[in-house]
């Protein structure tokens, strides 16, 4: 008895039909992502408005508005779009004897400055005098920077769950706590604003990099893209020099873990990007010993090589960086009178993490997210493990796989965003093992520091999203309730749960983030603003004395 022929016609139907789903789907995706992006540059404008009516003070209030440091750095900003031309502002910058009394300095070595001569640059050669104030269009960039970034968390949650549900819960985790994932907007130009996102959205092609097996074309574009953020994360901060060695400690843990020749392949050319991006930044900052000598680039190259660097440029600038750190671990007791770091220890985002941030995570429902993906994780990371020492015992098995992988890759022809979440079993563990590790770090540097929460809590809002949609963990929890467990019953769950999860993040968090929008405030400070305006006046009569002014 012959068997029934199907329909060629209605195969390819269906399959059009599938294709049809998967473009509308993503497209739907990135118009929410773009959406979310937008919203909170929107948000946090508005919650810079209404705390200091920005639009409505004068000039010399907005200025002083800027507290600290964040003043200092848009100083270089607003000199650079005054100064008479560009060159005579980028001279003033190399030879700068206004910012150390008695002593002349190159501003572009000692500071990370590039940004505010890039947006200064960029302002005068656009020729915007007449469409926008240049501190309109320094604070504006920075917003819609700190938009992007919000997008990278999105698209990062997207691939690592396979939802861009998963990606919205995330994005609303991150904004709905916004007191303790950002301070963007009371302390803008600070430099991890400019850095900050583009770490993320270095981690985000990382993550593609990493998930990604199918396509070299791909995989050539993520690490082309990677060097390029890593190259702007570390000219704009110089802690970011930090945030590399962490990364570069979470891939020697992986290389041991999964220590296979496939997972080496992949994570050299992640060292090379960080010693070309340091060694690029220190160029540009003039041989900046600093970098030369980083931690970061000693673990990314041999120890005698870097050990050869700080012996010949007898590295003793910018130490008050690891005198600090030294300080924090509970070494160098002595160094009682060092200015610069007992400076940064006197600072309160300096101190250990607040446990009173434990609680409003908590709320905020980051902190359970989180635990429960870590759990997650963590299982993730034992299987590879144990995989790992399988494959050890049985090279020939390894090989059958290898093979079975290369079969697989040459007869592959499309690609779309769901293919890059669910690939090859291996490469999910592998992203999954380096998010979980660089997680940990993380939490342990903005637990020491608390400035770093800003570094830490965002990634929490990434991993607390793809945990509860994890694929993996629904097929284990759903085997045990039916008998055969379909893609349909896994699909149905994980969105349920993730749109129950979100409804009740935002029922709970909403009203906090209106009443704030609605809490509108005035900037005043007529004492420092009198301050400013005489000390105008003195320079205008004698351009030769000093001010010595306590920090704000």
Request: net charge positive; glycine share 4%; proline share 2%.
């Amino acid at each position: 008895m012959a068997g029934k022929k199907s329909n060629p016609k209605l195969r390819s139907e269906k399959k059009h039909d599938g294709r049809w789903y998967v473009a509308i789907n993503i497209v739907l995706g990135l118009i929410i992502c773009i959406s979310c992006g937008n919203r909170f540059r929107s948000i946090i404008k508005e919650i810079h408005e209404a705390n200091l009516w920005f639009s409505n003070i004068k000039e010399v209030e907005r200025e002083i508005s800027f507290r600290t440091e964040a003043g200092f750095y848009y100083s270089f900003y607003k000199d650079m779009v005054s100064a008479p031309s560009w060159k005579e502002g980028i001279q003033q910058l190399l030879y700068d004897n206004k910012t150390e009394h008695l002593r002349q300095i190159n501003a572009f070595y000692r500071f990370n400055i590039y940004q505010e001569v890039l947006l200064a640059s960029f302002y005068r050669l656009l020729n915007l005098k007449n469409l926008i104030q240049p501190i309109y269009f320094y604070i504006d960039f920075i917003f819609t920077l700190n938009g992007v970034y919000l997008s990278s968390l999105y698209l990062t949650t997207w691939i690592l769950s396979g939802s861009w549900l998963a990606g919205l819960l995330s994005s609303c985790l991150y904004i709905l706590n916004w007191e303790d994932t950002t301070r963007v907007y009371f302390a803008i130009p600070l430099r991890e604003h400019f850095s900050i996102p583009f770490f993320y959205l270095q981690l985000l092609t990382i993550t593609i990099y990493l998930k990604v097996s199918t396509k070299l074309w791909i995989k050539k574009l993520s690490l082309a893209l990677q060097l390029c953020f890593t190259f702007f994360s570390v000219l704009t901060w110089q802690f970011a020099q930090f945030n590399l060695l962490l990364q570069g400690i979470t891939l020697l843990t992986i290389s041991t873990i999964q220590g296979n020749a496939r997972v080496i392949r992949k994570i050299k050319p992640m060292f090379q990007i960080q010693v070309v991006s340091i060694i690029l930044v220190a160029s540009l900052q003039f041989f900046n010993e600093m970098l030369l000598g980083s931690m970061a680039l000693s673990l990314a190259l041999s120890y005698l090589i870097v050990h050869g660097i700080r012996m010949i440029f007898k590295l003793d600038a910018d130490q008050h960086i690891f005198k600090f750190v030294w300080r924090k671990l509970g070494y160098g007791l002595t160094m009682t009178r060092d200015f610069d770091t007992n400076l940064y220890l006197c600072e309160n985002t300096f101190q250990m993490l607040p446990k009173e941030i434990i609680e409003k995570l908590t709320k905020g429902f980051i902190l359970p997210c989180y635990i429960f993906a870590m759990i997650v994780a963590l299982l993730t990371l034992v299987k590879a493990f144990i995989n790992s020492i399988r494959q050890s015992l049985s090279p020939a098995h390894q090989d059958i796989k290898n093979t079975k992988v290369a079969r697989n890759q040459k007869t592959s022809k499309t690609v779309n965003m769901d293919s890059y979440l669910s690939n090859d079993e291996e490469d999910d563990s592998l992203v999954i093992t380096y998010h979980a590790i660089l997680s940990i770090l993380l939490a342990v540097l903005a637990i020491s520091t608390n400035r770093f929460r800003y570094l830490w809590i965002p990634h929490m809002c990434i991993l607390g999203a793809w945990g509860i949609c994890e694929s993996n963990w629904w097929n284990w929890i759903l085997s045990y309730t039916l008998k055969e467990v379909k893609r349909l019953n896994v699909l149905l769950c994980r969105h349920i749960i993730l749109a129950v999860v979100l409804a009740l993040l935002i029922k709970s968090n909403v009203p906090q983030l209106n009443k704030e929008l609605e809490n509108l405030r005035e900037f005043y400070d007529p004492e420092t603003v009198d301050l400013m305006n005489w000390i105008k006046y003195v320079n205008n009569l004698a351009n030769t004395g000093f001010h010595l002014i306590s920090l704000q």
